[in-house]
């Protein structure tokens, strides 16, 4: 329901009208939870967090392939859900919203246990012959997790699984814009016999995702603006405790000389218009050398005459409508930056005068630089924007003069060249003959560089990040405490000739490491 506007209510919560993005109809009223039910909702997550923590890894494990069998039963519930708060494409919802979380369920309920496991480590060097070291993670606490507006159901439930798997209760915000969605992660949690208490997703707006960041809880992952995440970067510095942050990118597509452009163009309309965009590792600038540029908009322009949009198409829309009127606000505003800057509108570049929604037209652009807005800042909408570069050396260097960096694409039929580009890319993760793929890969450790984010999230590395890796050292052997009181000279002279002994005339150091 992407366009909401405040009215007035007669108790302290505040009242939201919701209006649907393909009809600009009202659809409800969203009462936004407050400080106090913010507060509420941390102590029961609070209270309910060490009996959810002593529940083996295993039975946690159970209720998330019980969701996930409650997500495969339940998909058009979920999709319709979504669709009437986002207006985006029936197949965006399904591959997005109900793919992604499935394989997700999958892949950490059969692997939580393996990745939380307690571990034995060496102990380097002659310690280890009297030290034992083993790993044990603990669960934070109380995770506060907030979430946008473009993956509703995805971005909760992908995130929530994780923090509740490693023992955590979570207490969750979706967006304001989408806030059904987010909810339905709590009923199909439940449904899936979780305890009551441990996962609740609260429904309001900006104040209420403040109230919890600054609620007293023990980590908050946030996905959202760069402006945004400063905030709750700051609030989770002043208390002293960690954050992950995704906030979003202007990504870079590079198409080589030796690119199949078939297989490109079509990487280039997915990467820019899934999800009408809206997808923070989505394509915003392609760059393509000189010699197979003309080839590869002739196929980008030929692909675009065959992309639909509109509800009427059902499962056969390709682009669905902008789910929020302030982000249509930023689209129109960048392209029209862009036109007057002198760039070549070869497709769209409008509202779609034919539909009554927040409707943009998918749009083609060329002639297109670094002095335009959309080629700087994160327009996320429907937009291919193209730049002729004479060298694949010069489309790197294009690539990453960018304040973001969270994914990218690089196009060759030569994948070891494709390997190197990928890893001279500033980036968090990059992709190679395909479009920005690592957030629905559960394995790929998520995450940006510079202003794209701090952390990472999903994989081993993001399940063990809603943790407290406790390092705990055992002694071996008993008897009397070397180096016990009192100290002396000669004890001093003792470990002096040990050092020399394992570090410089012998290779015994070595032979311990």
């Not at 490109?264 to 050398?289: F, K, P, Q």
């Not at 990453?400 to 994948?415: A, I, Y």
């Not at 479009?435 to 701090?454: D, E, H, L, T």
Request: aromatic share 6%.
């Amino acid at each position: 329901m992407a366009i909401y506007e405040p009215i007035e209510s007669s108790d302290s919560r505040r009242h939201l009208q919701l209006r649907s993005p393909v009809t600009l109809e009202p659809t409800g009223e969203l009462v936004c939870a407050n400080s106090e039910d913010v507060a509420e909702a941390i102590a029961l997550a609070r209270k309910v967090q060490p009996a959810w923590a002593a529940t083996p890894i295993r039975e946690r494990a159970r209720i998330a392939e019980r969701a996930l069998q409650l997500v495969l039963e339940r998909q058009d519930e979920i999709i319709d859900t979504v669709v009437a708060e986002t207006g985006k494409a029936r197949t965006d919802a399904m591959s997005m919203e109900i793919f992604s979380v499935a394989d997700s369920l999958c892949y950490y309920a059969k692997n939580a246990e393996k990745f939380l496991k307690p571990r034995k480590r060496k102990v380097h060097g002659i310690i280890g012959i009297a030290k034992q070291l083993r790993i044990v993670y603990k669960p934070l606490g109380v995770v506060g997790l907030i979430t946008p507006w473009n993956g509703p159901f995805v971005l909760v439930m992908n995130q929530a699984v994780q923090a509740l798997l490693a023992g955590n209760t979570v207490v969750a915000k979706g967006s304001e814009v989408t806030p059904y969605s987010a909810k339905l992660a709590e009923t199909i949690l439940r449904d899936a016999g979780l305890p009551e208490g441990v996962l609740q997703v609260l429904l309001g707006d900006g104040e209420t995702g403040a109230a919890i960041v600054r609620g007293g809880v023990d980590k908050v992952s946030f996905t959202g603006s760069v402006a945004t995440g400063r905030k709750v970067a700051e609030a989770c510095a002043s208390q002293l405790i960690p954050c992950s942050l995704e906030l979003g990118g202007n990504d870079a597509m590079i198409v080589c000389a030796d690119a199949d452009l078939e297989r490109a163009a079509d990487g280039a309309w997915l990467g820019s218009c899934m999800n009408t965009g809206h997808y923070c590792c989505g394509t915003e600038r392609i760059y393509v050398v000189a010699s197979v540029y003309d080839e590869f908009l002739r196929r980008v322009l030929e692909k675009g005459k065959q992309v639909k949009q509109g509800s009427q198409y059902g499962w056969e829309e390709d682009v669905g409508a902008v789910f929020w009127d302030r982000q249509m606000a930023i689209i129109e505003a960048h392209v029209e930056d862009a036109r007057a800057k002198g760039a070549t509108i070869h497709q769209g570049g409008r509202r779609n005068p034919d539909l009554p929604g927040l409707y943009y037209e998918p749009t083609v652009m060329t002639d297109v630089d670094h002095s335009m807005d959309i080629m700087n800042l994160e327009t996320f909408g429907p937009i291919l924007c193209i730049q002729k570069v004479a060298s694949e050396e010069e489309a790197l260097q294009l690539a990453n003069d960018s304040e973001f960096g969270l994914n990218g694409n690089v196009w060759t039929k030569d994948k070891e060249k494709g390997y190197r580009l990928a890893q001279a890319i500033d980036t968090g993760s990059c992709s190679v003959n395909d479009m920005a793929v690592s957030y629905g890969i559960p394995a790929a450790p998520f995450g940006g560089r510079k202003q794209s984010g701090v952390g990472q999230v999903n994989g081993k590395k993001g399940l063990r990040g809603y943790c407290h890796e406790m390092p705990i050292v055992i002694d071996r052997f008993g008897g009397k405490m070397q180096n016990a009181y009192p100290n002396s000279a000669k004890s001093a002279e003792g470990m002096r000739k040990l050092m020399d002994f394992m570090w410089r005339k012998t290779p015994l150091g070595r032979w311990l490491s």
